[in-house]
């Protein structure tokens, strides 16, 4: 099962389908004003879900997103949640519609609406940076937000990723092509229009620290062998650390499910992320935690029944989520023709 799911590889370019025809990709500049939201705001509202803390203290507030087929509370209740409450860290969660399946231009409104709140939440005399932390697409899609909508770049401090999509896969054209896929397993195809104009003229911006950490066993987000990966990110004024797992501990077997749920290795080089200047530094890591079974947050005596919940969550979110016949066309913002108010 943990082998059929979606995620990552390589640029290519790409033609690109808006409103229906195919034309070669004009993009956006890079500083083109971000549209309108068009997700109505009650429900942008109801998808952000924040601790106490969060209004009450002073440092900077890290978003979780979580990765396709999953909730938040699917994704990082039984991990990550209990590790940042542990710690005293403020943090939110964004729920992406229809569990991250649905076309993910929307799902990048959801992002830059919770970049917005969180740092500008009452009780603050200035805004704050916000940190990020996604798995898989939710490793992705706050690049898209921060690509569309330049006025989030300023909000955002650290942006770490968990094997995420950042180039697509090659094992989702596959799936698609023989009876159709979900709209957010199209656009994650290596080849995808969305993937291209994702990645168009730069990676990352100035001023942002990204930290992808990726498993060199990686079977959803392929290929993610080595720097060269899906998961990677290159050009563009950000700080940069792209860090496998197997560099830290040699030989570590953690698959794409293990990366955004328990894995200890995984966990270590994003909360270094978080609590230092800059992108993660592999060599800050213990490495006692090359003998970790688990991440802070899992219990080891419930282990076995949360995550055999959580693959079957995500096998039956992606078994059953309604398919369509192609990817869904690129928005018009996207484009350089694109008209601007």
């Not at 009780?123 to 690509?147: C, D, E, F, N, T």
């Not at 498993?215 to 496998?244: F, L, R």
Request: with cysteine; glycine share 8%; proline share 7%.
């Amino acid at each position: 099962m943990r082998g059929r799911l979606l995620s990552g590889a390589v640029v290519v370019t790409a033609l690109v389908a808006v409103g229906g025809s195919s034309a070669q990709a004009e993009y956006a500049p890079i500083n083109h004003a971000g549209p309108a939201l068009q997700v109505p705001r009650t429900l942008l509202r109801a998808a952000l879900r924040c601790t106490p803390s969060v209004r009450t203290n002073p440092r900077e507030p890290i978003l979780l997103v979580p990765g396709t087929t999953l909730t938040p509370e699917e994704n990082f209740s039984w991990n990550y949640e209990r590790a940042l409450n542990a710690l005293g860290l403020p943090f939110c969660t964004i729920e992406l519609p229809n569990k991250a399946m649905s076309d993910i231009q929307v799902a990048g409104e959801y992002v830059v609406y919770a970049l917005r709140k969180m740092s500008s939440f009452e009780g603050h005399s200035k805004a704050r940076k916000v940190q990020i932390i996604g798995y898989s697409q939710g490793g992705m899609v706050p690049r898209w937000a921060l690509r569309f909508w330049p006025d989030t770049r300023k909000l955002v401090d650290d942006d770490v990723g968990l094997d995420a999509s950042n180039h697509g896969t090659i094992t989702a054209e596959s799936s698609c092509l023989k009876e159709g896929c979900a709209p957010a397993i199209w656009q994650q195809r290596n080849t995808s229009a969305f993937i291209a104009a994702l990645n168009s003229y730069q990676e990352t911006f100035p001023g942002i620290s990204y930290t992808e950490i990726y498993t060199q066993e990686d079977e959803i987000v392929v290929p993610n062998t080595n720097e060269e990966g899906s998961s990677s990110v290159h050009t563009g004024g950000g700080q940069i650390a792209n860090i496998a797992v197997q560099e830290v501990c040699p030989g570590h077997k953690a698959e794409h499910l293990a990366m955004g749920s328990y894995d200890p290795v995984g966990y270590a080089l994003a909360l270094d992320a978080v609590t230092h200047a800059g992108p993660a530094e592999k060599a800050r890591i213990a490495l006692s935690v090359c003998a970790e079974a688990f991440q802070p947050g899992v219990d080891p005596e419930t282990f076995a029944t949360e995550d055999a919940k959580y693959d079957q969550e995500i096998a039956e979110t992606f078994g059953n989520s309604p398919h369509v016949a192609s990817e869904p066309p690129l928005k018009c913002y996207v484009t350089a023709s694109c008209p601007r108010k």
